[in-house]
């Protein structure tokens, strides 16, 4: 069937009223059910009575009825609709009943009273079928009045008239009985139908927002769980504590949209937590205070957080007898205190605070310490990277004492430790020049930042080029460049050459230094080896101790060697011949 077609057949819907839908989709179908009835009855029977003007008047009057009926459900007005109809089928069955059969005959009407009764209840209500009931009966009884006054001579048994009233009366009556029971059984499982429905689409309702909810949970935590990832990339390229705890809670603001977030840290006795860090201007107060609790504190969730290094979460802090109010958070009505453990010692706690009860779920539970096991290993960097630095410090320490004293042995032990070259139109060297050659050295050796300086010197109108001789962060010595009155001014070239001629010379020492050093040290090893071999080839007792006293003599040039063996007190010597 064409879908025009079928909507033409089809009862309209009125979403805003589902009883009448139903009704209405009922009172179409029998409208429908009349209208091919009739149909049947036109095509099988009435074309042999052409002349029976008034079944004709009657099915006239019934096509019209049926067609009005359809208009007016169209139009919503079902019960007007409901009403028309069944009292037009109620009065073509009485007609029926009045002109061809009277009230013996009517018992092959009987049916059709009933179908109007069904009409009337479905659609309509239980008071049109107490009137169609009243009315049928009314009917019966008037037939009955006709016959035995000879209105209407149909019938050859006029001494039972009544006894067919009563039975015709009867069975209405109980079919209306039945009619309201099964009505009322129907309406109520209609109602429960109803009821499920509304239900259903209720619980379809709640279930889609409950999925809608949970994708929007999923996607935020998502969301969450990337920002924590992205946290700890940031956390491991900062050293500093305080720019760490800093970020971490900048973070926290920014991305999760805490009421509050500060961070305690455990303070050096290990007796008080105290606030390194925290969100908005109630953090700024409160880190440049000093705030801080005790860890023996026995009102205050952050302490206990700590105490036993397990998570603390209040969905109503106002009913937490261990909750510890603070005046600058007055809005506070949900937190969560997370202990941050680093190496299985409590270092300090991460306390979150919210301003809605139970505004913090097992989900922000779960976040949140991995917050706080980011902020550790943070820390452990932080920790590590301060005792990576100071050890550093301390070998540089050491490097440097270790050239202080190379340097000052290899000066010492060197003829030559200075060099001056002056062109023949010079100036001699007096005493006067060799003090500011002096103040020159003095200076540069105390230069800690720029590697060649200028200095004045009151002989000369331009200033002296310095230049400190740096090897590992040591000064070992010094340049001086001393212009005369005509020279040129010392540009970035000129300083670019010489710092560069310095780093080179400041190797090449190194180089010399590690040379000599190597060469006396491999002339140690081979004196060694050639007193240990003619040891080693010594026959006897008194012939190694000869070889070794003779030998160590001759090699360290002393005037007397002694070497004595035993452990009594009696000097037995003797002496190497002359």
């Known amino acids: 069937m064409m879908p025009p077609l079928k909507k033409w057949f089809a009862a309209p819907i009125f979403p805003e009223d589902e009883d009448k839908t139903h009704r209405a989709a009922l009172l179409n179908i029998f409208n429908w059910v009349i209208l091919a009835v009739i149909g049947v009855y036109i095509v099988q029977t009435a074309w042999y009575y052409l002349d029976d003007y008034i079944s004709w008047t009657m099915i006239g009057v019934m096509v019209g009825i049926c067609i009005l009926t359809g208009l007016l459900i169209r139009q919503g007005k079902v019960t007007l609709a409901g009403w028309i109809f069944s009292a037009a089928l109620w009065s073509i069955f009485a007609a029926i009943s009045w002109f061809f059969g ?9 049916p059709t009273f009933i179908i109007v009764f069904l009409i009337a209840g479905l659609i309509l209500n239980r008071r049109a079928v107490v009137t169609y009931l009243v009315l049928s009966i009314l009917l019966g009884f008037g037939l009955v009045q006709a016959e035995l006054n000879g209105l209407l001579d149909l019938t050859d048994f006029r001494e039972s008239l009544y006894e067919t009233l009563f039975y015709h009366s009867m069975t209405f009556v109980i079919i209306t009985v039945l009619i309201f029971v099964f009505s009322g059984r129907m309406s109520g499982a209609v109602k429960q139908a109803r009821q499920n429905e509304r239900a259903m689409a209720e619980s379809n309702r709640q279930l889609q927002l409950l999925q809608g909810s949970l994708e929007d949970q999923v996607r935020v935590r998502t969301q969450y ?28 603001e920014k991305n999760f949209g805490y009421y509050h977030a500060h961070i305690y840290l455990l303070d050096k006795e290990g007796e008080s937590l105290v606030v390194a860090a925290g969100t908005g201007q109630a953090g700024a107060e409160m880190v440049g205070q000093g705030h801080k609790i005790s860890l023996n504190a026995a009102v205050s969730l952050v302490a206990k957080a700590a105490r036993t290094k397990q998570l603390v979460q209040v969905d109503n802090v106002t009913e937490a007898a261990e909750w510890l109010p603070n005046p600058l958070l007055p809005d506070t009505q949900a937190e969560i205190a997370v202990p941050i453990i680093l190496d299985g010692q409590v270092v300090g706690v991460l306390d979150v605070q919210e301003n809605q009860v139970a505004g913090l779920d097992d989900g922000d539970a779960n976040l949140l310490r991995l917050v706080a096991n980011q902020v550790a290993n943070g820390l452990r960097n932080v920790r590590q990277f301060s005792e990576l630095k100071a050890a550093l410090a301390h070998a540089e320490v050491i ?18 430790n200075e060099y001056i070259s002056k062109r023949s139109a010079a100036a001699p060297i007096d005493e006067t020049r060799r003090q500011i050659f002096d103040k020159a050295h003095e200076a540069a050796l105390e230069q800690k930042t720029a590697p060649v300086f200028t200095l004045n010197d009151n002989n000369s109108e331009k200033p002296a080029l310095v230049g400190s001789i740096n090897l590992r962060g040591k000064v070992i010595g010094s340049l001086q460049l001393h212009p005369s009155n005509e020279s040129l001014a010392w540009n970035s070239d000129n300083l670019a050459v010489i710092t560069a001629v310095l780093d080179q010379f400041a190797q090449s020492v190194e180089n010399l230094r590690l040379f000599d050093e190597s060469r006396e040290r491999a002339g140690r090893e081979q004196t060694i080896r050639e007193i240990t071999d003619k040891l080693r080839a010594a026959p006897n007792l008194d012939f190694l101790l000869e070889t070794a006293a003779r030998e160590l003599g001759r090699r360290l040039e002393v005037q007397h060697t002694v070497l004595r063996l035993g452990i009594e007190k009696q000097r037995q010597l003797t002496e190497e011949p002359k």
């Open 225 to 252: 769980l990337e920002t924590v990832a992205t946290l700890g990339e940031k956390l491991t390229a900062i050293l500093d504590r305080d720019d760490l705890l800093k970020e971490v809670v900048d973070q926290i």
């Open 102 to 110: 009277g009230i013996q005959k009517s018992n092959t009407n009987l």
């Open 399 to 416: 490097q440097e004492q270790y050239l202080t004293r190379l340097w000052q042995k290899t000066s010492l032990s060197s003829e030559v």
